[in-house]
């Protein structure tokens, strides 16, 4: 998980992409930037994203977003 330019972005989380969309909207409401890598794929082919869609923040937002990813992570 880790092809992001500079080592600026950080991928934490890979999976189905109603998940990915999930947190994606989680991290959003605390104003957390956030893409997601592969979701037009992985709606179109999901058989055909390896690792499922992405969510992309960036690295300097790790501490803030790791809360939120656990509370996420434990509840699937």
Do not use: T
């Given at each position: 998980?880790?092809?992001?330019?500079?080592?600026?972005?950080?991928?934490?989380?890979?999976?189905q992409?109603?998940?990915?969309?999930?947190?994606?909207?989680?991290?959003?409401?605390?104003?957390?930037?956030?893409?997601?890598?592969?979701?037009?794929?992985?709606s179109?082919?999901p058989?055909?994203?390896?690792?499922?869609?992405?969510?992309?923040?960036?690295?300097?937002?790790?501490?803030?977003?790791?809360?939120?990813?656990?509370?996420?992570?434990?509840?699937?």
């Amino acid at each position: 998980m880790g092809k992001y330019k500079d080592g600026e972005f950080v991928a934490v989380f890979e999976g189905q992409q109603i998940d990915a969309s999930f947190l994606k909207s989680l991290l959003e409401q605390e104003e957390i930037p956030v893409f997601l890598e592969d979701e037009l794929m992985g709606s179109m082919y999901p058989s055909f994203v390896v690792g499922g869609v992405k969510v992309i923040i960036r690295k300097e937002d790790l501490d803030k977003a790791q809360p939120i990813i656990q509370k996420f992570s434990n509840n699937h």
